[in-house]
């Protein structure tokens, strides 16, 4: 069986990982002159930068006032969560042009689960709308994970059905349990580690519930508002009295459908800035 968790501490190592992302995985939040080096890993990547400020001008973060450049995300979101966001869209770049029809598709279910996560925190605020969103829009990451380390292997599996379980018999292990070690030893907010870690089986939640609440629900409410294949969250009636229960309406969910179709170009072209 694969040392999972093991070969994820190793993934930097990886000669098929970009240098920037090697690069933003080394930065550590303690010292002033991270902050800098951060800024500065970032520029030298020109269409990172824009990405990097094309997500931070995302909904959730709007409260902030209208970013223009990178100086002004960092200063407005903070460190912690621009090297989030800039080490987020490095890992699915992993899945690169050979799967970039893939990318693209599976980016979207990602960051519609990060949208209507953000939306779900307007309604029922748990954390910060800005965190929410990325706890939404990470937490499949352990699926690019798996790719990266365990490509050939993994890449049919990625988007079958029965995901978790076919992963659990591949690697005694699941893109829960892969993200959330992954974001853990990348030195991520803890909230989005916890988030990420219990998407699909809130049960073992004991920290951070809020959240990761709010990530499970808004993967499933996915599943209605936007179906996709690369979906792996399903509506049922355990979720609807979920909602219920945190005070949402039908109308709601119409709110965050219109919201998600008005972001869709967005989506589309995100990748080819
Ligand atoms: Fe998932
Ligand atoms: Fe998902």
New binding site residues.
């Given amino acids: 069986m694969r040392d999972v968790r093991g070969d994820i501490s190793r993934l930097k190592t990886l000669s098929t990982i970009p240098v920037v992302m090697k690069r933003l995985l080394e930065t550590v939040d303690d010292e002033n002159s991270s902050f800098v080096e951060l800024s500065e890993i970032i520029q030298h990547d020109q269409s990172l930068a824009e990405r990097v400020v094309a997500i931070a001008n995302a909904p959730y973060f709007w409260h902030s006032g209208l970013v223009n450049n990178l100086e002004q995300a960092v200063l407005l979101l903070g460190y912690d969560l621009v090297r989030s966001i800039a080490i987020s869209i490095s890992v699915f770049e992993l899945l690169g042009r050979k799967e970039a029809k893939r990318m693209k598709e599976f980016w979207a279910?990602?960051y519609e689960?990060g949208l209507i996560a953000g939306l779900l925190c307007d309604k029922v605020p748990v954390t910060s709308g800005g965190v929410c969103f990325l706890g939404g829009l990470l937490?499949?990451i352990g699926r690019v994970v798996f790719y990266a380390l365990y490509g050939p292997e993994y890449k049919d599996v990625m988007f079958e059905e029965s995901l978790t379980e076919r992963e659990l018999e591949l690697f005694d292990a699941d893109h829960c349990s892969a993200g959330g070690w992954f974001l853990e030893s990348s030195l991520f907010p803890e909230e989005i580690v916890f988030a990420v870690r219990y998407?699909h089986r809130l049960e073992g939640c004991d920290k951070h519930k809020g959240i990761a609440v709010t990530v499970h629900l808004a993967?499933a409410l996915s599943a209605v508002i936007a179906p996709r294949n690369e979906?792996?969250?399903a509506w049922s009636e355990e979720k609807e009295r979920l909602l219920v229960k945190s005070g949402l309406t039908r109308a709601d969910v119409e709110h965050m459908g219109s919201m998600v179709r008005r972001e869709a170009p967005f989506i589309e072209s995100f990748f080819e800035m």
Avoid: C, K, T
């Fill in positions: 279910h990602s689960v937490h499949d998407h993967e979906a792996d969250g």
